[in-house]
Each structure stands twice: as C-alpha cells, then as structure tokens.
C-alpha cells in the first residue's frame, strides 16, 4: 500500500466503531467450553485472522462452536461485514474419542497457541500443534513445561516450542506450578483460565525478575470471576506473586467484548498528525485494557482526549511532543507511539520493552531499522528506543509480517510523501480491511 502525505487539518468527525478484544474473545471462548452444561454467546468478537483462527482452532478439540453472525457497522477494527456473535458449548468432557487426533494450525497468533494448549489437554487423543516458521522462535516453554508437571505427555523432541504433539486424556489433576513469565503474562493467563476444570485447582507462582503486560493478567483474574470461578491473588511466602483458582463449575454468559483499544492507536494518531478530529465509538469508561492508557499517552504528546457521552473524541493541536515513558505494562502500544515519537518536535524515549524481540518480530529492531531507512534518528538499545527529531523522506516502510509494524509505517505516511508500506495485508490479523478504513478516514 503507498500511503501519500496529506495536509493538515485534513482528519475531521471521523466515526469507528469496535471490534472485540482479542485476548478477552479467546478468554471467553475458553471459559464456555469448560462451563459444564451452561451456553455462553460472546458478542462483539474479533473478526480478524487471529480471531477467526480461534473459533476454528477451538472447534477442533471437539467444542462446538455456532456462529450466530449479526449484521454490524464497519469499526476501528472491524469489517465491513459482519464481526459476528460467536455461541460457544462445551460437548462431552471436549469429546474427542480415545486415539483420535486432531491438528492446530496457529499461525503466528501467541494467543492461540499459549491459551489453546492447556484447554486442549481436556480432549482424549493427539492433537498436533504447529504455526508459521517464526512461531517455532516465539516463547511457549513455561506453558509446555507447566502441562508436563501436571501430567500431560507433550512431544516436541526437547525444543519446548512449536511444533508439538499433545497427548490429552481428558483431565488434567492441577497443582503448584513456578514458572517464569518474564517474557510473556501469556504464560500465566493460559494456565489459569482451565483452573476451574483441574481436578485440584491450580496455583501459578512467576518466579521470574519481571512481569510484562501485568494488565493483561488483570484482565484474566476478571474476566474468570465473571463466569464464576473462585481466584485469589497473593504472594508467597518467599514474596513471588502468585494466583490461585479454584475448581468448580462454570457458568455460561451472555457476554458483550469490549473494543480492543489497542486497535484504536493509529486512528487516534492520525488526529494528531494531520489536524482535525476523530472518534472512537464505545470507549468503556472503566477497563483493565491496556490500550486505555492511550489517552493518557496521547494527551502527554500534545492531543486533546475527552469524552462525549459513550465516545471518545481526539483533536490535534498542531504540537507533538516527544515522551520519556516505561511501557514495559503496554509494550503492544509501542509501534504506534514511536511512529507518533519520530514525528515529534523533541526526544522521546520508549523504556523497559526488551520482550517485544519476542513478538512477531523483534519489534525493537525492526522498528529502529524502518525509521532509521526513511531518515529517521533511533538509537536502540536492549530495552528501550530513544528516538530523535529528524526529516523523514520517501521509501519502503517493511512490516516484518507484524500488523503493528503495518499500521505504524501507514502513520508515518500520513505526513511524508511516497511511504510505501510492504504488505499492509498482514493488518488483517486484528484490522480487516484497514486499507479501506484507512481511506475512509482520510476522505479517499
């Protein structure tokens, strides 16, 4: 896609809607299976590639899982057809036949192939989990390696990652479990969302010297107590953090996701960029997501951030500023923040983000070579971006088939001229058609 630069003030009343939360759909999806004999609709689900992947990756074990679609407006990360409520019941303890198998094809979707795995131990048989080549690099050991303590024989030849063959027996008994999440909150997320259908519970200690994303497992905490199950938080007694939830049934909910906010980060942006305004539909007024903190990420690089009624609305003011920030707890905003920081008018430095080199590229390294190739002044370290005020010029903006990566190189074309950004299809994994929106909202 080549994205030419437009003039400012450009951006005016721009309306998007939501698609749902991609951690909190898979979350949920997870949930109704192991809800007994209670039904769950989860409305509002996400319908891009990662999302869609779930529904399919989840129906696999032996979940049944109906797509009762509702036709919907386009949204800031939805499609322009149906985002789709999803139905999910569990089928008979995931009834999978003794010896029967089954094959998992995560893609490049972390999600999917950390919170499937442990769920998937609840079906009888092998099920044979595999992904894009970079996902046999993305960390999953202490997820393998915490299903083998409770019992579960996993083959994957001493590589602890992608690929791998689970050999479930339709139980798993629970237990205490110290793993180390330093590189992902993922970790912790997948084991407790199946506590509840353990024999004994499950206890998760992070042993590790930090915890990313820490909001992440908030919402996991949260979203598990709405449907029922019995969580504690707590330390040990050594002064790790440690989560305990108990078994027990689960009940089935009509449950509406919220927006993923993270999707709304290059559209807020463009306001700031070009001038104008944009609003965002439906911002929760109260939320666990990360994506939250981009009002006050954005308003401290110059936008105005304020309500109206359920919306939120972003003016540019003809500033942006540069920011000195730890994102270590919303490291997934990073792209849109440097693309906003290489456009400002002082220094920025992007702090404690050394986890994002695990993500669907080293997102540090990518990120300093694709500005620093357009003229751009990133000094990169192990866990920080300081980045610079400099011109930036025409080129190809590299996505690193990273959806992140993509929208961040469509911001910096929203001012420069020629930015050509490589393969903006892989936006689809949590954007359907962004191109389009992207257009729409730009006036094209």
């Not at 602890?160 to 798993?172: D, E, H, V």
């Not at 942006?320 to 919303?330: C, E, F, R, S, Y």
């Not at 500005?371 to 980045?387: F, T």
Request: aromatic fraction near 4%; proline fraction near 6%; charge should be negative.
């Amino acid at each position: 896609m080549i994205v030419d630069g437009v003039r400012a003030g450009s951006v005016h009343k721009a309306g998007y809607g939501h698609n749902g939360d991609g951690s909190a759909a898979q979350s949920v999806m997870a949930r109704g299976v192991e809800a007994g004999d209670c039904r769950g609709v989860v409305r509002g689900r996400l319908v891009g590639v990662e999302g869609r992947a779930a529904v399919r990756r989840e129906r696999e074990p032996g979940v049944r899982l109906a797509a009762a679609l509702s036709r919907r407006s386009a949204g800031w990360g939805g499609a322009s057809t149906d985002p789709g409520d999803g139905r999910a019941q569990p089928g008979k303890r995931l009834c999978k036949q003794p010896g029967a198998t089954a094959d998992i094809d995560c893609g490049l979707a972390g999600t999917v192939m950390r919170f499937l795995p442990p769920v998937a131990a609840l079906a009888n048989g092998a099920i044979r989990f595999d992904g894009d080549p970079r996902s046999h690099e993305r960390p999953l050991g202490p997820v393998i390696a915490a299903l083998e303590n409770l019992g579960l024989v996993i083959e994957h030849e001493g590589r602890y990652s992608l690929p791998m063959t689970l050999n479930a027996t339709g139980r798993l008994n629970g237990g205490e479990l110290d793993i180390d999440a330093s590189t992902s909150s993922q970790f912790i997320s997948a084991l407790l969302l199946v506590g509840p259908a353990t024999k004994t519970g499950i206890t998760v200690r992070h042993v590790g010297a930090h915890l990313p994303s820490q909001p992440h497992i908030d919402m996991t905490v949260s979203m598990l107590k709405q449907f029922g199950a019995t969580v504690a938080v707590s330390r040990s007694t050594e002064g790790f953090p440690q989560w305990r939830v108990e078994p027990g049934n689960l009940k089935g909910l009509d449950l509406i996701i919220e927006p993923d906010l993270s999707n709304a980060a290059p559209f807020m942006a463009a306001a700031m960029i070009c001038g104008g305004d944009v609003t965002i539909k439906n911002w929760p007024k109260e939320t666990t997501q990360p994506g939250d903190q981009l009002r006050n990420i954005f308003s401290k690089m110059g936008a105005k951030v304020s309500f109206s009624e359920n919306d939120l609305k972003i003016y540019g003011t003809g500033e942006i500023n540069g920011i000195d920030i730890d994102l270590h707890d919303v490291g997934e905003l990073t792209p849109s923040i440097a693309a906003v920081a290489a456009l400002a008018k002082s220094p920025s430095s992007l702090r404690n983000i050394g986890h994002l080199r695990l993500h669907e590229t080293d997102r540090l390294s990518a990120l300093a070579t694709e500005l620093n190739a357009l003229g751009g002044d990133v000094d990169e370290e192990e866990s920080a971006l300081h980045i610079s005020p400099s011109p930036l010029h025409s080129g190809i903006f590299h996505s690193y088939e990273d959806h992140r990566l993509a929208t961040a190189g469509a911001m910096i074309g929203l001012v420069v001229n020629g930015i050509e950004v490589e393969n903006i299809e892989t936006t689809n994994k949590t954007l359907p058609d962004f191109p389009g929106q992207w257009s729409e909202l730009l006036g094209n």
